[in-house]
C-alpha cells in the first residue's frame, strides 16, 4: 500500500499542495503534520483584518475544516516533527511516532529573527507570527494604550496602521537609517513615513534597541543606544525572517539560506520537495537563485510540486510579487530590484496615486513599485516579466496613457 504524500508544515502553502495534488487527480494519502492547531490558514490579515476585529477566526482559513475530510486528507494538527530519515522513508514526531512517506515535502516555513537584549522576555513584549501571536497583540490593544513597534519593514508598519485604528498610541523604532531600507526605494520609504506620521505615528529611525525596560515582569519601555526610553504598554518586534530549514539541514539535503530547490519543488532528494518561505528557489527571470516571503511564491511552488509529483507539466515560473496593505494604502510591487540603474516616478507621491519603476542599464524594466495604482502594476508585471525597454521620459509623463509607455520591443 502507497504511503502517499507526506507535508510537514499546515501553512498556506502546505495546505495549496495538498488542494492542488487533489485537483490534480492524485488518489493515494495525502498527510498534513502541523505544530499549530488550526488548519491552513492565511497569514496576509493577521496584522491587518484580524488585528483589527473586523473578521474572526473562520475567516482566516483556507478552506472550511470539512474540506480535508471530504477530500480524504489526513490532518495531524499540534503536532511537530522532530527529525527525517531518508534512509526508510519515515519522518519522526516528537510523541516518538514515525510517519512513512512515498514523497516527503517540506512546508516548514520561516521563524522570526530573535531581539537578543535584556527584557525581551518581559510580558508584553510580542512578535507577530502565527494566529496565537496576532490574538495576543488584539487583545493588549485599545484606545489610548502604548505600543513600540522595533522594526520598520512592512509588517511592523501594518502592525502600526492597524494599532493607529484602533486609538492607540503607536512609535516605530527601526535601525536602519529609513523605513523599509532593505525592501523599498527611497521614494517609496519616504512616501510611507509621511504617510504614517500624518496618522500620528512616531517614527524613530537610525536607532537600535538594547533593552526592554520592565516593572513587575511586564514591559514599561524600549531603551536606545543612545539612552532614550520610549514608555510602552506593549512591543513588538518584527527585524525579519530567517528559514525553517534544521530539520533539512539535520537530514543532509542541501541547504543555503533555506532549503535548495529546482525549478519543480524539488530538493537534491528526489523524494523530498520543499516549498514556500523555507525555500532557495531559482527565479528564472533574474537568472539566480533567491529566498522569498509572499503568498503568491507559496502558491506557485504549491503547484510546481503537485504538478511534478502527479507527472504532470510544471507552470511556467510566475513574475515575482508582493503586496501591502496599510490605511488607505495598497501596495503593489511585480518584480525584484535587482541590477538596477535607474528609478523613474510616475505620478506624485503626495498625491497618495504613484508608481516607481525600476530599470536596468538598458532600459529594461525589472520592478515596479505602485501604490494605489492598479493600472501601472498590471502592465508593468507583464512588462517586467519580459523585460520590456522603456523610455523614463514616457514613464515619467503621466500624459502618456499606460498602456502607451513601451516605445521598444521586449530586451528578450
Not at 474540506?67 to 519522526?92: C, E, M, N
Request: hydrophobic letters at 45%; proline letters at 6%; a neutral charge.
Amino acid at each position: 500500500m502507497s504511503s502517499g504524500v507526506l507535508i510537514v508544515g499546515a501553512g498556506h502553502a502546505a495546505g495549496a499542495l495538498a488542494a492542488a495534488l487533489r485537483q490534480n487527480g492524485y488518489a493515494d494519502p495525502i498527510t498534513l503534520v502541523g505544530a499549530e492547531p488550526l488548519p491552513p490558514y492565511q497569514r496576509p490579515p493577521l496584522s491587518k483584518a484580524w488585528l483589527k476585529g473586523e473578521i474572526e477566526a473562520d475567516a482566516l482559513l483556507l478552506r472550511p475544516a470539512a474540506f480535508y475530510a471530504d477530500k480524504g486528507i489526513s490532518l495531524r494538527l499540534s503536532t511537530r516533527v522532530v527529525s527525517i530519515d531518508r534512509a526508510s522513508a519515515t519522518v519522526r514526531l516528537e510523541s516518538g511516532e514515525t510517519l512513512p512517506y512515498d514523497r516527503l515535502v517540506l512546508a516548514t516555513g520561516s521563524r522570526l529573527r530573535a531581539l537578543d537584549v535584556p527584557g525581551v522576555g518581559s510580558a508584553g513584549v510580542l512578535e507577530l507570527r502565527s494566529a496565537e501571536d496576532a490574538q495576543k497583540i488584539r487583545a493588549a490593544l485599545a484606545p489610548g494604550r502604548r505600543l513600540v513597534v522595533v522594526g520598520g519593514g512592512y509588517v511592523g508598519l501594518e502592525v502600526a496602521a492597524s494599532a493607529r485604528s484602533l486609538g492607540v498610541d503607536v512609535t516605530v523604532i527601526e535601525r536602519e537609517p529609513r523605513l523599509l531600507a532593505r525592501v523599498a526605494s527611497p521614494t517609496l520609504s519616504q512616501f510611507f513615513a509621511r504617510s504614517h506620521a500624518e496618522h500620528g505615528v512616531t517614527l524613530v529611525t537610525g536607532a537600535s534597541v538594547v533593552a526592554f525596560e520592565a516593572a513587575a515582569g511586564a514591559v514599561t519601555g524600549v531603551r536606545l543606544l543612545d539612552g532614550r526610553v520610549f514608555d510602552c504598554d506593549v512591543a513588538v518586534v518584527g527585524i525579519g525572517a530567517l528559514a525553517n530549514d534544521g530539520l533539512a539541514a539535520a537530514a543532509g539535503l542541501a541547504c543555503r539560506d533555506g532549503v535548495v530547490v529546482d525549478e519543480r519543488a524539488r530538493t537534491d532528494d528526489e523524494a523530498v520537495y520543499a516549498i514556500g518561505d523555507c525555500t532557495q528557489r531559482p527565479v528564472p527571470r533574474y537568472g539566480r537563485s533567491l529566498r522569498l516571503e509572499s503568498v503568491p511564491n507559496a502558491l506557485e511552488q504549491a503547484k510546481q510540486a503537485a504538478a511534478d509529483i502527479c507527472g504532470k507539466p510544471v507552470p511556467k515560473p510566475d513574475l515575482p510579487w508582493f503586496w501591502s496593505d496599510q490605511y488607505d494604502i495598497r501596495l503593489q510591487i511585480a518584480g525584484l530590484s535587482i541590477d538596477v540603474a535607474q528609478q523613474v516616478v510616475r505620478g506624485d507621491p503626495a498625491s497618495g496615486r504613484f508608481a516607481v519603476f525600476h530599470l536596468d542599464g538598458t532600459g529594461c524594466l525589472q520592478a515596479v513599485e505602485a501604490v494605489n495604482s492598479v493600472a501601472e502594476f498590471a502592465a508593468a508585471r507583464q512588462w517586467a516579466a519580459v523585460g520590456q525597454r522603456l523610455d523614463p521620459a514616457r514613464i515619467a509623463d503621466t500624459a502618456v496613457p499606460v498602456k502607451q509607455i513601451p516605445d521598444a520591443p521586449a530586451a528578450g
